[in-house]
């Protein structure tokens, strides 16, 4: 059974840093494309990043380039999100979720999320 | 970027009714277009990708059309499960994107 389990959000003061983990089992984490997602309070869905199944490739939404490090860790089969110079506007539910196969960069499984509080 | 727009914003239908939902790009994004159902507490769930595949286990109700920039998410009769809000996604271009979203409601 393929699940998802997210960890390490938490309230940080504007400029904090924070490293969401994302711990992966019933599947290799080198065979399929992840991302991050996040989803505001009471809002819609934003895209963050993804990394590639083979890890070589790595993107960022424009609104998170630059603060934002995504990586894993395929021997603990763990995606990161390593959220850094954190602002008002980042707080938010974060999803791990899992693309459909190596190439497509669709989302059949996701985490149950980890809140992020960036406050003051 | 591609902006993705759905339409309408709010849907009030009755349980057994049709529903049909409307994501327009801003620029072609081909077929590479997904829509996704959440209820509230709940993270998303992928019910069509390459806009018109059905993902696995999702009833035949749910059917997706259309390719460019013009898609359509529709529910042939409406389950009292699937008042939710719907999110459309597009892979063409990075970054990748999604729609600000449809909420279906009970009427």
């Known amino acids: 059974e393929v699940q998802l389990v997210e960890s390490g959000g938490g309230l940080v003061q504007p400029g904090g840093s924070l490293r969401l983990s994302c711990a992966a089992s019933g599947f290799t984490l080198s065979s399929y494309a992840m991302s991050w997602v996040r989803q505001a309070p009471g809002k819609g869905l934003e895209w963050v990043s993804a990394i590639s199944s083979s890890g070589g490739g790595t993107y960022y939404a424009d609104s998170v380039k630059g603060r934002f490090t995504i990586s894993r860790d395929t021997s603990k089969n763990t995606l990161y999100l390593q959220v850094n110079s954190l602002r008002a506007e980042d707080t938010a539910v974060y999803y791990c979720a899992k693309g459909l196969s190596r190439t497509l960069y669709y989302f059949d499984y996701w985490g149950q999320g980890t809140l992020v509080t960036v406050s003051s | 970027e591609i902006v993705l727009t759905q339409s309408p914003v709010t849907l009030s239908l009755s349980p057994g009714e049709r529903a049909t939902l409307s994501c327009r790009a801003s620029?072609?994004?081909?077929?590479?277009l997904a829509w996704y159902q959440q209820k509230p507490g709940q993270a998303p769930r992928l019910l069509i990708y390459d806009a018109s595949n059905r993902a696995t286990g999702i009833p035949a109700r749910f059917s997706g059309s259309g390719s460019g920039t013009d898609f359509t998410l529709t529910i042939s009769s409406l389950e009292p499960e699937d008042f939710a809000v719907y999110y459309c996604?597009?892979?063409?271009?990075?970054?990748?994107?999604f729609g600000q979203g449809t909420k279906v409601e009970i009427k």
């Open positions: 996604q597009q892979r063409s271009n990075w970054p990748l994107t």
């Open positions: 620029q072609s994004a081909s077929s590479y």
